[in-house]
């Protein structure tokens, strides 16, 4: 069975840093697409940022230049680091992934993970 398991959310003060980890388990084949999206209370799902497997990279405008997305096939998990948050950056933050388990990819979604940015 497909797992993507969240951590490294938590409470930080406007202005400073936070990693999430993101790792993937069981019979995969390949991973196509692997990101990050964000849910505030009241708010619909939004992607954060996002790397397919050619290493491309892509950033909702909100987080340019302050998050980064990376990916480490090998041990199967995707990273976002995250830095000068902002209030607005408070949500529950969800990894998500495009994987080969059979001939077809398929999307799967982490439980997500807590981020609260406040003072």
């Known amino acids: 069975q497909v797992q993507l398991v969240e951590s490294g959310g938590g409470l930080v003060q406007p202005g400073g840093s936070l990693t999430l980890s993101c790792a993937a388990s069981?019979?995969?084949?390949?991973?196509?697409?692997m990101g990050w999206y964000r849910q505030a209370p009241g708010k619909q799902r939004e992607l954060v940022a996002i790397i397919p497997s050619n290493g491309a990279t892509g950033y909702a405008d909100s987080v340019k230049g302050r998050f980064t997305i990376s990916r480490d096939d090998a041990k199967r998990t995707v990273s976002l680091q995250m830095n000068s948050l902002k209030p607005d950056d408070t949500a529950v933050y969800l990894c998500?992934?495009?994987?080969?388990?059979?001939?077809?990819?398929?999307?799967?979604w982490g439980q997500g993970t807590q981020v609260i940015v406040s003072s």
């Open positions: 069981g019979n995969i084949r390949s991973i196509e697409v």
């Open positions: 998500y992934g495009v994987l080969r388990v059979s001939l077809v990819p398929m999307a799967y």
